[in-house]
């Protein structure tokens, strides 16, 4: 096997693209006509080619004949690891033009999304299809779906894209300004950018600009498409935007058809319940249910109450639990900011702990840069690598060349739904360097274990257009924002929060030479100085985070005075609930259920009780799936806890 070979068969079997559902001996080579007259190379794999059944259409890069490899058909439907249902439905698998079986049809700067057309419309004239087909697949598999969906081939029924956005823009391959370095150099090896062409455009300049406007297209997806993803890939953010893209700018007849699931997952471990150090049993195969279901409700016509599902189903970590809302952003919008401010002897506090002038530094050498571990990666062939969520003390936090910050033990669970951003104060005795921080959940045993992480160049602090970089001056401190992605994470009761503040994270990122030359040229290195600026004044530097705080609804604690609220059970739930809830003494209490706007949607129990527990149960019957807040009112004190209603 070639060097090429083998490195596509690492990718394929890192991710989650049909290690189970092909067998060497169902498969039937053909060819697949396309409108400039070229074929290409697939395989249809059909237990029965006489008879027509829904076509799933799998379009790849990574050579359809390690598919070939993969184990026996399962002996009954739903029988394998992946939505694989090989009873009910056929499989073609595809070779993009110009790569392996494909490579003799390549034509420079062709549209593949019309072979996803071609490719589609002969499927459905074929004897084994019965007019329906979808498509699936993850990352390069997902985004040519999109590029299918936008010709409209008429058989197309619905998508399934993993891990992937339909748009190419500039922050794909610059984080925060800084180039992804580990990233791009891999997908060049895979076939796709030349690292050459990435880095001659270091700013988010015409030729992006442009790339992003052709491959921004909503308004031509009129398929329904189910988009997975997962909070420790390496575009969570931008999955998130593309679904509301579709949902606000689709066409309206299929705006309501989507669905996005968000689990705990990498980009390569979709539905697995190892990642990285940590287990999510919790979301183990449910990628795959999902995919099958919505493939039984659309090609196969099977009333499966598909459409009644949440619009967006996320995982909450940390609390590990399967959570819904009926649009993030609006989820998110109603949360409030927490913020924690840099404080003396690595303290992460709610407060301001000193007015007085603070700063600590970091000091930054190229030739010695802080090292990955873990967090989204892809990686070289024969590259062993950490990835996802890893223990960061012995490998980055024991190095002289990193500032720690940690919050005290939390004296309740603190819950984290959206982006992350980390305002610092910088200053430096070079004209260029970076700043990056690592986020990370600290366990009661010490483990730090990383969640999300970014980075920002300095000279990129006020934006990414050419007009905006400018080297900054030696001593002078510049306020920067490194913002890092989207995630829904609870840190419970006796964890603690950190960040790691570093000035490289390198290989993920390049190590910048602080030399303040022009970007990503070889030259000469220089040690740099960093300083961490934190006081009472000017340079609040700060963690903020998006916590549960619902507008018209104050946050405050669950228990108080002899006054306690108890979690509602079941929880999260689909119809009816109980609430459980003390009083210390006999008086009036109130008990109401509010939405995250604040408003009163529910009026449980007004009245006068004795001391001692009380339940009361809540039909939510009629009210849509969603967050929602309980709060108690008695004896002068308000308790409040969160509840979810998933359907």
């Not at 409700?297 to 995982?315: K, T």
């Not at 809302?325 to 000193?354: H, M």
């Amino acid at each position: 096997m070639s060097r090429a070979h083998a490195f596509i068969l690492a990718i394929l079997l890192c991710a989650s693209v049909s290690a189970a559902a092909f067998p060497s001996s169902r498969y039937t080579a053909i060819r697949i006509p396309t409108r400039d007259g070229k074929t290409l190379a697939a395989d249809l794999y059909a237990i029965d080619s006489t008879t027509p059944r829904p076509t799933i259409l799998v379009q790849t890069p990574y050579n359809k004949a390690l598919y070939r490899l993969a184990g026996a058909i399962p002996s009954e439907a739903g029988g394998s690891p992946f939505p694989y249902d090989s009873i009910h439905y056929n499989y073609v698998v595809l070779d993009w033009r110009g790569f392996y079986g494909s490579k003799a049809a390549d034509v420079a700067n062709y549209d593949r999304g019309l072979d996803g057309y071609d490719a589609v419309e002969w499927i459905a004239t074929q004897i084994w299809n019965n007019g329906k087909v979808g498509t699936w697949g993850a990352s390069a598999l997902g985004q040519i779906q999109f590029m299918t969906a936008k010709h409209h081939p008429p058989h197309l029924v619905c998508s399934v894209p993993l891990v992937k956005d339909f748009k190419t823009k500039y922050t794909d391959f610059y984080y925060g300004g800084e180039y992804r370095k580990e990233h791009v150099e891999t997908l060049e090896a895979l076939g796709f950018t030349p690292t050459s062409l990435v880095l001659a455009h270091p700013t988010n300049d015409i030729v992006w600009t442009a790339t992003e406007r052709a491959t921004d297209y909503p308004d031509s997806i009129a398929v329904p498409c189910l988009m997975i993803s997962g909070w420790y890939d390496h575009f969570p953010d931008d999955v998130i935007r593309a679904f509301n893209d579709l949902r606000t700018r689709g066409p309206a007849s299929v705006r309501n058809a989507h669905r996005l699931i968000m689990g705990p997952w990498l980009h390569g471990s979709v539905g697995k319940a190892q990642q990285g150090v940590l287990s999510y049993p919790n979301a183990a195969g449910v990628s795959d249910s999902a995919a099958l279901r919505f493939f039984d409700y659309y090609l196969r016509g099977i009333p499966n109450g598909y459409p009644d599902e949440p619009v967006v189903r996320y995982f909450q970590m940390g609390n590990d639990t399967w959570r819904a809302t009926d649009d993030w952003y609006r989820l998110t919008a109603a949360t409030d900011t927490t913020s924690l401010y840099l404080s003396p002897g690595g303290l992460l506090s709610a407060t301001i702990q000193s007015k007085a002038p603070l700063a600590d530094n970091i000091t930054y050498n190229p030739r010695d840069p802080s090292p990955t571990i873990g967090g989204a990666r892809l990686v070289p062939l024969g590259t062993k690598v950490l990835e996802g969520p890893q223990d960061l003390r012995d490998a980055v936090e024991s190095r002289g060349d990193v500032l720690i910050y940690s919050t005290s033990p939390l004296e309740q669970d603190l819950e984290v739904d959206g982006g992350i951003a980390v305002e610092l104060y910088l200053s430096s005795d070079r004209e260029d360097t970076d700043i990056g921080v690592r986020f990370c959940d600290v366990y009661p045993d010490g483990r730090s274990i990383l969640l999300t992480q970014g980075i920002t160049r300095m000279r990129f602090r006020n934006g990414f257009r050419p007009a905006d970089t400018s080297r900054i001056g030696v001593g002078q401190v510049y306020p920067v924002m490194v913002r890092l992605q989207n995630m829904a994470m609870t840190f419970v009761k006796g964890h603690r929060i950190r960040i790691d503040i570093t000035s490289s994270n390198f290989p993920q990122y390049a190590a910048n030479p602080d030399n303040g030359g022009p970007l990503y040229t070889p030259g000469d290195t220089l040690v740099a100085v960093n300083y961490v600026h934190h006081d009472g004044g000017t340079t609040l530097s700060r963690l903020i985070l998006p916590t549960l705080r619902p507008a018209g609804v104050a946050i405050n604690p669950a228990s108080a005075a002899g006054y306690r609220l108890e979690p509602n059970a079941p929880n999260p739930f689909a119809s009816s609930t109980s609430i459980s809830f003390a009083l210390p003494s006999a008086g009036h209490a109130m008990l109401a259920i509010f939405d995250l706007a604040g408003a009163r949607v529910a009026d449980l129990f007004d009245g006068e009780l004795e001391a001692g527990t009380h339940a009361v149960a809540w039909n939510a019957d009629g009210f849509p799936a969603g967050r929602y807040i309980c709060r108690l009112n008695a004896g002068g004190v308000t308790l409040n806890r969160p509840m979810m209603i998933v359907r």
